[in-house]
């Protein structure tokens, strides 16, 4: 039996004496699309660095296919090559090339050789449609490009799942839809993703359940349909109406 | 009114200039008359010893203050890597005694370090560092030299924002990995131009080495400059070194400016 992608059992984190997350339990399914909402400060993007633990969990546990990344004596390294990450700033590395972008990990920490890891960047690039960037440094692209080739970047360690910490934020509202869709693009072939947006239209049409969060806590979650058109709680009204009426 | 007002501002300005350029000129025309110009050519630009120290001030002077900057940098710039990671380790006491190499190297005078090194180590222990000047000269300035660069090469590291290692080890790669691809590398464009300056000031820091003592082929340039102005008994030898000096460290510091224009027109 294939152990869940995901799965958050009970997780606490404090940042000093503020506690941020409260008790966070889950499970992600194999090819299931999960997204966060909450308002600013509610815990999602920590919950989500949680799960790569870019943030160190301060009790709980998060089971990464069975094997649990908060343990001290965790592969954390090789668990992360199984988790793709895509940042709201980007973070491509901007010393190098779109192709050296895409191979350096594939090269460091796969070990492929370097003619396989280029076949493989290509048609990564292919796929988010950017083919002919191959050779520019990333500050020569648009925030939309950057951020497709940091998503190419991802996929090209073959990871089994995908996190996604605010991907639209940092974009010009022009440049949001082409992102949307090579991440909608991700969601129908087969992906599990966890992402963490304000992007309504987007959990409305793409996501299989959306997890609404407030002061480090699950307020609910269900499909798209019912907690974003007909919310249970006061507090995922209020957020829906607040950012409605941005 | 105003515009009088005005007026008078800017008539009083201008004699105000002109009455410096006043003072200048006299200050010029009094040195022209004044001065002995021939005991200055004699003293400073005496063409026979000039023509004396060639090739020599070349062949064994520049070379050798070449040779012992190049050297000391190279000791330097690996130790100083060292330090900064140090300073950055998440182990506390790396981090202190990063930070008490630093602050004890930086403090003290480079000449007490280059003493500490050539004679303090051999009366203490019986035992000298080999290789002479060049030996010892190289490890007491790298060991100056290393404490200023550490902290260039520290803050070169934590200029380059933390979502670059975030992104890095979220791909699997490991703290050292992500130091030597993704930080570093960036790191060092940041941090050539100040690296470049530490550099220069090494060049002239060479001078020092005198207390060492030489042999007539170890002479760095002041020394070699000393040496002949005591030969001599004339100053026209700290004309020509000072000349050499300023043909090594001017490429360089032009170096710098061009280096940090691009760096800024890289940011825009």
Not at chain 1, 94 to 120: F, M, S, W, Y
Request: proline residues 5%; contains cysteine; glycine residues 8%.
């Amino acid at each position: 039996m294939n152990a869940p992608p995901i799965e958050i059992r009970d997780l606490h984190k404090y940042f000093g004496e503020l506690e941020v997350l409260r008790g966070i339990s889950t499970t992600i399914q194999q090819g299931e699309v999960v997204c966060l909402l909450g308002p600013s400060g509610s815990g999602k993007s920590t919950l989500l660095r949680c799960v790569n633990r870019l943030e160190e969990a301060t009790a709980g546990s998060i089971l990464i296919e069975g094997e649990d990344i908060t343990d001290e004596d965790a592969d954390v390294d090789g668990l992360r090559t199984r988790i793709g990450m895509v940042f709201q700033q980007f973070n491509l590395f901007p010393h190098l090339t779109v192709l050296r972008n895409l191979r350096i990990a594939q090269r460091k920490v796969l070990g492929r050789p370097t003619d396989e890891a280029t076949r493989i960047a290509e048609e990564m690039l292919e796929r988010v449609g950017l083919s002919d960037k191959i050779d520019e440094h990333p500050s020569r692209l648009s925030g939309g490009q950057q951020q497709r080739v940091a998503i190419a970047r991802a996929l090209c360690m073959n990871p089994d799942m995908m996190l996604f910490d605010e991907p639209t934020s940092a974009l010009d509202p022009e440049l949001i839809g082409e992102v949307l869709d090579v991440m909608r693009e991700l969601a129908e072939a087969g992906m599990t993703m966890l992402v963490v947006t304000h992007e309504m239209g987007f959990a409305l049409q793409v996501a299989d359940r959306v997890i609404f969060m407030d002061e480090g806590v699950i307020v609910e979650e269900g499909p798209p349909n019912e907690v974003l058109r007909n919310p249970a709680h006061d507090r995922t009204k209020r957020f829906l109406r607040a950012i409605e009426v941005e | 009114m105003a515009s009088e007002a005005v007026l008078r501002q800017r008539r009083r300005q201008r004699l105000g200039r002109g009455a410096m350029y006043g003072l200048l000129g006299l200050v010029v025309a009094a040195m022209v008359f004044f001065a002995d110009w021939e005991q200055i050519r004699k003293s400073f630009f005496n063409v026979e010893i000039i023509k004396d120290m060639f090739p020599e001030v070349v062949t064994v002077g520049a070379r050798n203050t070449i040779i012992y900057t190049a050297l000391a940098f190279a000791l330097g710039i690996v130790w100083a890597l060292g330090l900064a990671l140090m300073k950055l380790s998440s182990v506390a006491p790396y981090r202190w005694f990063a930070t008490a190499y630093i602050e004890l190297f930086r403090g003290l005078p480079a000449l007490i370090t280059i003493i500490l090194v050539g004679f303090g180590l051999p009366l203490a222990f019986g035992w000298s560092i080999p290789g002479g000047t060049l030996g010892k000269g190289a490890i007491g300035l790298g060991i100056v030299a290393a404490a200023y660069m550490a902290e260039t090469i520290r803050a070169g590291i934590q200029a380059v924002p933390r979502g670059q290692m975030e992104a890095a080890r979220s791909l699997g790669m490991s703290s050292g990995t992500a130091m030597t691809y993704i930080m570093l590398p960036q790191a060092f464009r940041i941090i050539i131009p100040p690296l470049t300056n530490e550099l220069v000031l090494l060049i002239k820091d060479t001078s020092l080495l005198f207390v060492l003592g030489s042999t007539p082929q170890s002479k760095e340039l002041t020394k070699f400059a000393r040496d002949v102005m005591a030969a001599k008994v004339n100053a026209t030898p700290l004309t020509v070194v000072a000349v050499m000096y300023l043909l090594i460290t001017l490429p360089l510091t032009y170096l710098v400016r061009k280096l940090e224009r691009k760096a800024e027109a890289e940011k825009r």
